[in-house]
């Protein structure tokens, strides 16, 4: 009975999304699990606002590891743990319970992940010293860029997804938690590994970029010829007129 409601729990939280990540075989169902687990006094607004107490946990972390001991760097971890759940749960919530806000949850969940990276941002900035800084803020544009990249998909093909081939954002939330706690033990490393993750998403932004131009110029042929069919049968039924 308990793995028929997860069932059902799945094949309503995965209907607005078109997932590609590595983890969605495993993120999803732990979702569906969760999501059934939700008290029933919380709602997708108050599951927002713990996914941004998770950014702001997250720029604290980097703060107090900057002030004290980069050991302050496992608050981070804890942040972004705090952030998957609160945001990976809230529209799914809503999902579940059957009611959806599709444009009002599409429009704040965009909203508080960009306020979340740039949280993210300012923390790295804070943290390294040496021009260094430069980094946070690299990563902050290259991410916008990413979001950017997901809204003209979705405006072109009439899909979203948040997703850059295989990875996702609890992909690129693991791997900045790892770098992290490369950084409690190896000091400074946290720059290479941000050097890293800038050309990464660098290169993944091209490759997404150059594949959304290539869906673009497939529509404006499409529409053209559409266009262009419309334009004959109206001239056909004018000389039959």
């Known amino acids: 009975m308990k793995q028929h409601k997860d069932t059902d729990a799945l094949s309503k939280i995965t209907k607005d999304r078109q997932r ?4 969605r075989k495993y993120e999803q169902p732990a979702l569906a699990f969760l999501v059934r687990r939700v008290p029933s006094w919380i709602n997708s607004d108050m ?16 703060v107090m590891a900057a002030c004290f001991h980069r050991s302050f760097l496992l608050l981070c971890i804890l942040g972004f743990v705090i952030n998957w759940l609160g945001d990976s749960l809230d529209g799914r919530l809503a999902y579940f319970r059957n009611k959806p806000r599709k444009w009002y949850g599409f429009s704040l969940d965009l909203t508080v992940d960009w306020l979340t990276t740039v949280l993210i941002g300012c923390g790295y900035i804070v943290y390294v010293s040496g021009g260094w800084e430069l980094l946070g803020f690299g990563f902050v ?4 860029w990413s979001m950017m990249t997901a809204l003209l998909r ?14 996702g954002p609890t992909e690129v939330r693991i791997i900045i938690s790892l770098f992290l706690l490369l950084e409690i033990f190896f000091k400074d490393s946290i720059i ?5 993750a800038c050309l ?6 091209l490759i997404d970029f150059r594949k959304l131009l290539e869906t673009a110029d497939r529509r404006d042929k499409k529409e053209q010829d559409e266009t262009t ?8 039924i004018c000389q039959g007129g």
């Open 200 to 205: 990464i998403l660098f290169v993944v932004n």
């Open 47 to 62: 599951l927002t606002a713990i996914g941004l107490s998770g950014g702001l946990i997250i720029m604290a972390g980097f």
């Open 141 to 144: 544009v290259l991410y916008g």
């Open 154 to 167: 979705y405006k072109i093909t009439g899909i979203y997804t948040i997703d850059s081939s295989l990875l």
């Open 229 to 236: 069919l419309k334009k004959e049968k109206s001239q056909e």
């Open 192 to 196: 290479y590994s941000g050097m890293a």
């Open 20 to 23: 590609t990540n590595i983890l």
